[in-house]
């Protein structure tokens, strides 16, 4: 089994940075991609960004896309989400995820491994 612990979750105003971290322990994933969903209140849980193991592929969401940046330190079993220029809607909870196929890495349906997730308040 594999575990994923996130930290960084914060309360940040509008325009403000955060930086979330997700590391990994347990039984080795092997060479799993790794993302990071979020959920707010009363909605689905959808893919922000992912990284595949070498990190020559990337993905983000619309949303995402000129404000977050993915990464990750495969010595340190750990992926980032940096997140600029927030806004009130980026408001949730940010899980990390971890999956040995590319191609399922950025549907939750599809996602083998979890965090529990980390709280992000963006106040305007």
């Known amino acids: 089994q594999v575990q994923l612990v996130e930290l960084g979750g914060g309360l940040v105003q509008a325009g403000g940075s955060l930086r979330l971290s997700c590391e990994a322990s347990?039984?080795?994933?092997?060479?799993?991609?790794m993302g990071w969903f979020r959920q707010a209140l009363g909605k689905e849980r959808e893919s922000v960004a992912a990284?595949?193991?070498?990190?020559?592929?990337?993905y983000y969401a619309d949303s995402a896309k000129g404000r977050f940046t993915i990464s990750r330190d495969n010595a340190k079993k750990t992926v980032y989400l940096q997140m600029d220029s927030l806004k009130p809607e980026d408001t949730a909870v940010y899980y990390c995820?971890?999956?040995?196929?590319?191609?399922?890495?950025?549907?939750?349906?599809?996602?083998?491994?979890w965090g529990k997730g980390t709280l992000v308040t963006v106040s305007s």
């Open positions: 995820a971890a999956d040995p196929r590319w191609a399922d890495i950025t549907y939750s349906g599809g996602i083998s491994y």
């Open positions: 347990g039984r080795a994933c092997g060479i799993c991609a």
């Open positions: 990284i595949s193991w070498s990190g020559s592929s990337i």
